[in-house]
Nanobody, 114 residues
Framework: QVQLVESGGGLVQPGGSLQLSCAAS????????MGWYRQASGKEREFVAH???????TYGDSVRGRFTISRHYVKNTVTLQMNSAKVEDKAVYYC????????WGQGTQVTVSS
């Protein structure tokens, strides 16, 4: 089993920045991909970004150019730097760990409002 603990959610003004972090523990194996998804109220869960074990990053269309994902391989953490926040970025953000199967964090709320 893999446990994921997220931190860093909260309130950010439009145009502002926020950083989310996620730490993985338990049966963490190499070859995994770590990333973030989000789910806005009344909508389906949406892919945000991920980074593979060899450092390849992929971003969703709605965040590309504004968000940056990075990871620390020794600490088994992944960070999402959110810049130029938009009202439509408001959602619950979920950390994802994938190796053969998916593991999810409990989610952290991000609100973008003035």
């Amino acid at each position: 089993q893999v446990q994921l603990v997220e931190s860093g959610g909260g309130l950010v003004q439009p145009g502002g920045s926020l950083q989310l972090s996620c730490a993985a523990s338990g049966s963490v194996f190499s070859g995994n991909t770590m990333g973030w998804y989000r789910q806005a109220s009344g909508k389906e869960r949406e892919f945000v970004a991920h980074v593979t074990n060899n450092g390849r990053t992929t971003y969703g269309d709605s965040v590309r150019g504004r968000f940056t994902i990075s990871r620390h391989y020794v600490k088994n953490t992944v960070t999402l730097q959110m810049n130029s926040a938009k009202v439509e970025d408001k959602a619950v953000y979920y950390c994802n760990y994938r190796v053969i199967q998916n593991y999810w964090g409990q989610g952290t709320q991000v609100t973008v409002s003035s």
